[in-house]
């Protein structure tokens, strides 16, 4: 029997034939701005004399919220794609302001429906949650009702959703332009060639170090001559953020950060804690893969790279196969939808020039279908970040029965499922290793994941709470971005590397989004959280997957604490749970310390 031979390239026609200048797209577009109208009369003419009508209006109101929230989602979803695609597609582009200006229209609409649900009194808030009919949307309304109470008057918070469409989301739309006219110049045996950033990128897991060395210093140069402008950029969008949090009242910058990802600054803060208290094997793995690459200290550009001079390099298909190999291991329904993604071209992962850096996941809600973006060259590291979109993917197959409301979970939760997938990918790699070589490159490669988020994602953190106190005095200018960026990062890497990257801030998209501020420590949370998952898991082997996916169907309607709570019986709000979660990461270390001494 001939196996599936899997395409690097998504089908993107399935939704909308004809990509950027598809007539069903602009139907589309229509068709949503209509539903937004009649969505928009429903919420401006909903009268009730007694809580039983009230009960029935919002009923209704919330099959149209539904519906509305599926096609904006759906146009989103593509036009991410388009653009990520092919970064010079100049129609994508204009696309992504109708999405942007609909997108705004919605929330303005909203802000009038939150304005209804702060106008009832508590006990006849109360009475509405008890009927049956609502009660599985209890926590997502009582969350919009909290929210609404903070903000400002609705004529207030639907002018600022109005003025972000050419400012806050424009100015992220321009880290978009300026990072699809960045090219990075690369000389190989074929002679010189301008790598895009995404291609770029993959080099710096090359085994050559003076190959790494060469594409940094590139790499450093070419966002350099950009800085200037994304400086502006990144300034701009703080400042708006910020002039928005200062008419609400909220002084904290991380409220609403914390807020959307319904965590405790407690929570937070501990995490952060026990991982500074636990800074030093990891720095004593830096010493060591030091030794082994044959340099004093490691640079920024040695932290992707593998130990010894083979690279081990695997085809999309071999990739794919390892994938669903150790799925398979965890559970049926994982490595089913594995399957399907690979099978029906849900991923978009051919090396080619124009793409967009990076990798994403996105979802399709009206098609029930998600879409995996990445820029795949055969590297242990690319395999990771295809497991974890697909973690990203699965989440959203296992919430497919609930109510679309019910499926908005957190930023946090949302990376608790990708990593949970690393991590599947990484131990079963480890512990069915042939060689001691190969043991100690896949046990290095695991390492260095928990380097990326317990430092690198700690020195964002650090960057962007320091950045956003000094933006609020005035702009703060390029070379001040850099300092900041630099101290961020040899505090987070508790002075580990000889070479630091302080352009990162000008490099790293996450810092240029718009509908997600403070898009660091959900990441770091997501892979600690997901840590306890799997330890529980190794010890109930599959069976554990039904649990699983019964943690993933609540991540959206309740706290992360309360979630944790029910599901792995901890206090978040505790160190226990975080140092149980790190000394794992540590013990990784000190197996490869054993291995290589």
């Not at 300034?235 to 409220?255: C, I, M, P, S």
């Not at 600054?265 to 208290?277: A, F, G, H, N, Q």
């Not at 079963?428 to 490159?441: C, D, F, L, P, Y």
Request: glycine share 6%; aromatic share 12%; proline share 2%.
């Amino acid at each position: 029997m001939t196996a599936t031979t899997y395409s690097a390239v998504w089908d993107l026609d399935v939704f909308f034939n004809g990509g950027s200048n598809s007539p069903e797209f602009q139907a589309h577009l229509a068709e949503t701005n209509e539903k937004l109208n009649s969505f928009k009369e429903s919420v401006k003419n909903w009268k009730g004399t007694t809580t039983e009508e009230h009960i029935v209006i919002l009923i209704d109101l919330l099959k149209q919220f539904q519906t509305v929230t599926k096609a904006v989602r759906q146009e989103g979803a593509f036009v991410s794609c388009l653009e990520a695609q092919n970064m010079a597609d100049k129609k994508a582009n204009e696309l992504r302001s109708r999405v942007t200006g609909l997108s705004a229209s919605f929330q303005s609409i909203l802000t009038d429906f939150d304005e209804r649900l702060i106008s009832f009194s508590e006990e006849d808030w109360q009475t509405i949650l008890k009927d049956e009919r609502l009660a599985e949307l209890s926590f997502v309304l009582s969350e919009r009702r909290n929210r609404a109470n903070e903000k400002l008057s609705k004529e207030e918070e639907k002018l600022i959703n109005s003025l972000s469409v050419d400012g806050y989301h424009s100015w992220g739309q321009m880290y978009d332009l300026i990072v699809g006219s960045i090219h990075i110049p690369f000389k190989d045996e074929d002679g010189e060639k301008l790598l895009s950033v995404g291609q770029a990128s993959n080099k710096f897991s090359s085994s050559d170090r003076q190959v790494r060395k060469n594409v940094f210093e590139n790499w450093e140069a070419s966002w350099g001559e950009k800085a200037e402008l994304l400086s502006k950029t990144l300034n701009h969008l703080a400042g708006f953020r910020l002039n928005v949090y200062k008419q609400r009242g909220w002084e904290d910058t991380l409220k609403e950060s914390l807020d959307m990802n319904r965590m405790s600054r407690k929570t937070l803060e501990t995490m952060w804690e026990v991982i500074s208290d636990y800074k030093q094997p990891l720095v004593e793995y830096m010493k060591r893969k030091a030794e082994l690459l044959g340099v004093e200290k490691l640079s920024w550009y040695d932290l992707d790279a593998p130990i010894g001079n083979s690279e081990t390099k695997l085809s999309y298909q071999e990739g794919a196969e390892f994938i669903l190999e150790h799925f398979a291991q965890f559970g049926e329904e994982k490595t089913k939808f594995a399957k399907m993604a690979f099978e029906d071209r849900w991923i978009e992962a051919e090396d080619r020039a124009g793409k967009r850096p990076g990798g994403f996941h996105t979802y399709f809600p009206e098609s029930g279908q998600s879409r995996i973006f990445m820029t795949y060259s055969g590297t242990p590291s690319n395999i990771s970040t295809l497991a974890h979109e697909l973690g990203h993917g699965f989440h959203t197959y296992a919430m497919r029965d609930l109510h679309t409301l019910n499926r908005n979970y957190a930023m946090n939760v949302a990376e608790t499922a990708s990593t949970f997938a690393e991590m599947i990918l990484a131990d079963a790699s480890v512990k069915n290793a042939k060689t001691k070589e190969e043991k100690v490159a896949l046990l290095e490669d695991k390492v260095q994941r928990s380097v990326a988020l317990l430092m690198n994602i700690h020195s964002r953190f650090l960057f962007e709470t320091k950045f956003y106190e000094e933006r609020k005095s005035g702009m703060v200018s390029t070379e001040r971005l850099n300092e900041l960026m630099l101290q961020a990062q040899k505090e987070a890497y508790a002075d580990g590397l000889e070479e630091y990257h302080p352009l990162f801030w000008a490099s790293k998209l996450h810092f240029y989004l718009t509908g997600v501020p403070f898009y660091n420590f959900p990441y770091t949370f997501g892979y600690l959280f997901s840590l306890g998952i799997y330890s529980k898991a190794i010890e109930e082997g599959k069976g554990y997957e039904d649990k699983y996916i019964a943690l993933l169907k609540d991540t959206a309607s309740m706290t992360v604490e309360d979630l944790a709570k029910k599901h792995l019986n901890v206090d978040l709000t505790k160190r226990d749970f975080w140092e149980a979660a790190v000394k794992l990461c540590v013990k990784d270390v000190e197996d490869f310390l054993e291995l290589t001494k």
